[in-house]
């Protein structure tokens, strides 16, 4: 069974532009979520969406944005990129109920220069 | 604010050396805690959930428990193989987000 998959691997941007992550679930999962996982730093929640709709939202600002297609793949949208952006982006699914396990994809590492 | 701290930061062992690595939690209904392992530049790699204090798992080398305020991952014998940074992370209430620690660098050597 194929695991969650992201892309694309790598991102390179300049600071002030914009950036689309893109993540596929493992089938029959309707759960995706995003992390960020900064240098140094622990994994920090960005983001939840459940059949289609945004369920809850990290501390992040307004510019971490997403959405969650009908075939529950998702896609994070980060907008007037900053230095401090530049992080391991990490996606989980799950089946969707509260207490599911995630399973987490490779992730895309972005560096905005 | 839901808290995990993990410790030690590091640790070091040589090749069969059993060790116990710690993850405390002060969070306001525990609803699930979870192991994962993470090799470096890759997404974490999951191995345990546990759901209530006396509650116990293994898988290989590997044995993870859990009491009321913290949890731990037990290495028996571990093999270079390993080598990683394990992660701990609680889930509260309904909100489904991971709240982690900042993981347990672990390094065996032969």
């Known amino acids: 069974e194929a695991g969650v998959t992201q892309s694309p691997t790598h991102l390179i941007k300049t600071r002030g532009q914009q950036a689309t992550l893109r993540c596929s679930p493992i089938?029959?999962?309707?759960?995706v979520y995003w992390y960020q996982q900064a240098l140094g730093l622990g994994l920090q929640f960005l983001l939840w969406?459940?059949?289609?709709?945004?369920?809850n939202r990290g501390n992040f600002p307004p510019r971490f944005s997403g959405r969650q297609f009908p075939n529950y793949s998702s896609e994070l949208n980060v907008n007037a990129l900053e230095l401090e952006d530049s992080a391991l982006y990490l996606c989980?699914?799950?089946?969707?109920?509260?207490?599911?396990?995630?399973?987490f994809g490779p992730g895309t590492r972005l560096l905005v220069l | 604010e839901d808290q995990v701290t993990q410790s030690p930061e590091a640790l070091r062992l040589q090749e069969g050396e059993s060790s116990s690595l710690n993850c405390s939690y002060t969070?306001?209904?525990?609803?699930?805690l979870f192991w994962y392992r993470q090799d470096p530049g890759k997404g974490p790699e999951f191995l345990f959930t546990?759901?209530?204090a006396g509650e116990e798992k293994e898988k290989e080398r590997l044995k993870a428990t859990l009491t009321k305020k913290e949890s731990f991952l037990h290495i028996t014998a571990p093999k270079p193989e390993d080598s990683a940074t394990y992660l701990c992370?609680?889930?509260?209430?309904?909100?489904?987000?991971?709240?982690f620690g900042t993981g347990t660098r672990l390094q065996v050597t032969l």
């Open positions: 969406y459940d059949e289609g709709e945004e369920r």
């Open positions: 546990l759901y209530s």
């Open positions: 992370a609680a889930i509260t209430g309904t909100a489904s987000k991971l709240t």
């Open positions: 969070v306001s209904g525990l609803r699930g």
């Open positions: 989980a699914s799950s089946l969707g109920l509260a207490v599911e396990t995630q399973y």
């Open positions: 089938s029959g999962h309707t759960s």
